[in-house]
């Protein structure tokens, strides 16, 4: 039968491992931090953001018909001089309603974008947090199983005269079995 096996460095292995379950525990929040900020973006384009225009919208053609009947009053009565002032505020509100119209297409068209854009994105977050939750869990629990077997090993009597594990100490990184 062969000599005792040197095992020289299971610290490594237990340094590994804790390093590895920091990482699971720090990577997982925030992987679900992305999918709940693409809820959130989407929440604020569907509903903040459209409320917002919508209500901004009303609010200038309100104001655009209070300016065209000034307009449509001031073409009526005898004084032609101000009919140019007249036209100004309508035009202005006229420019106010189309850019509030414009700002609603434009988040019609980010909501669309946002779901073509972030999909793809979202799918390869819960794919990996599928592979930290399964596989990665496992590797933990591996790496468990080995680290008992060798410190069980280690256990082990070794034989007299030769030196013991335990004094040998961490070596070059590597269990040698």
Not at 7 to 29: D, G, H, K
Not at 124 to 143: I, P
Not at 154 to 166: D, K, L, N
Request: net charge neutral; no cysteine.
């Amino acid at each position: 039968m062969a000599a005792a096996a040197q095992i020289t460095s299971v610290e490594s292995l237990e340094a590994f491992r804790a390093s590895l379950i920091v990482y699971l525990s720090q990577v997982r929040p925030l992987l679900d931090e992305v999918g709940n900020e693409v809820s959130r973006t989407r929440l604020w384009l569907q509903n903040d953001q459209r409320q917002f225009w919508d209500h901004e919208r009303r609010l200038r053609e309100r104001r655009m018909e209070e300016a065209k009947q000034e307009l449509f009053n001031a073409r009526l009565s005898q004084f032609h001089e101000s009919i140019a002032l007249y036209q100004m505020n309508f035009q202005r509100a006229q420019r106010a309603v189309q850019e509030a119209e414009a700002r609603l297409a434009q988040l019609k068209k980010w909501d669309r974008e946002l779901d073509h854009r972030a999909a793809p994105l979202l799918k390869q977050t819960e794919q990996l947090q599928g592979f930290l939750a399964s596989d990665m869990v496992r590797a933990v629990t591996y790496l468990d199983q080995a680290l008992k077997a060798l410190d069980a090993y280690r256990q082990v009597s070794a034989p007299p005269g030769s030196r013991s594990v335990a004094a040998a100490g961490p070596a070059d990184g590597e269990a040698k079995a």
